[in-house]
């Protein structure tokens, strides 16, 4: 089955890459392929249809407000399990896309022990070892995967419940909720890491680029594989260059 898969999967690379273009300037790097850029979009356009109308559904005080948007009561209880069906299944192909890259490695442990400054920003540039991923970005996404079996499993029953039985969708409804907690929680964090804590990053999940400073600034050691120039060097040279500039520029290249 997997070998069915992973044959499906290349034939949807294929052709979306038939049909897209990425143009890559001199001074950016190639990020996200458009497979990539429309698997992320696929999956967070169902997520959050599947976020609101599971709110219109589990929550009275929402249901007058949300559920005309997807034509009342009764379809949206029956739009909602294919919406979180449709993120689930994006969402595998996304697992299966990025399933190298997710992989933990000693150095995300490294960088663990750091993530304090981190999250102080204390630090101009990423370690040298940080690569495509780094570990913040691995935990989040193994927790989204997590939570999607969890979300998958436990919707089971609480569509047929007349087949699993009271307590089983009982249980089910519990770790629905958690599931769905999690996975929102995540979503807030990612939308905020992906916008205004690391400008730049957004623009590779849209034009499917970066700049070259951005990749030398948060992943160096993806940066040293993609260009083959040294991330430190390339740095350095940056802020050499900006320190001739006029007064009232930045001292340190920012991505």
């Not at 940080?130 to 996404?141: L, S």
């Not at 996975?183 to 995540?186: F, R």
């Given at each position: 089955m997997s070998t069915a898969v992973e044959r499906f999967d290349e034939r949807a690379r294929a052709r979306v890459g038939e049909h897209a273009r990425t143009v890559v300037h001199e001074d950016e790097l190639l990020r996200h392929p458009a497979y990539t850029r429309v698997l992320h979009w696929s999956v967070a356009a169902f997520f959050i249809l599947a976020l609101l109308s599971g709110f219109a559904v589990y929550t009275p005080w929402l249901y007058r407000g949300l559920t005309p948007i997807f034509g009342g009561g009764p379809t949206t209880r029956l739009l909602h399990p294919w919406f979180s069906l449709g993120f689930v299944v994006c969402f595998a192909f996304q697992t299966l896309n990025w399933l190298q890259p997710m992989s933990w490695t000693g150095d995300d442990r490294r960088w663990l022990r750091r993530v304090r400054d981190y999250v102080a920003n204390t630090e101009k540039r990423?370690?040298?070892?940080?690569?495509?991923?780094?570990?913040?970005?691995?935990?989040?996404?193994?927790?989204?995967?997590?939570?999607?079996?969890?979300?998958?499993?436990?919707?089971?029953?609480?569509c047929f419940p007349k087949t699993f039985g009271r307590p089983t969708v009982y249980v089910g409804y519990v770790l629905h909720d958690v599931a769905a907690l999690v996975?929102?929680?995540?979503f807030i964090v990612h939308i905020y890491e992906g916008t205004a804590a690391v400008p730049g990053t957004l623009h590779s999940m849209t034009r499917g680029t970066v700049e070259k400073r951005w990749a030398w600034t948060h992943h160096p050691a993806w940066y040293r594989r993609a260009s083959g120039r040294d991330a430190r060097a390339d740095y350095e040279a940056a802020v050499q260059r900006q320190a001739g500039q006029p007064p009232g520029k930045e001292e340190q290249p920012r991505p």
């Open positions: 990423e370690p040298e070892y940080v690569d495509f991923f780094n570990a913040g970005q691995k935990i989040y996404f193994w927790a989204i995967v997590g939570s999607a079996v969890v979300f998958l499993i436990s919707g089971i029953p609480m996975m929102l929680v995540g």
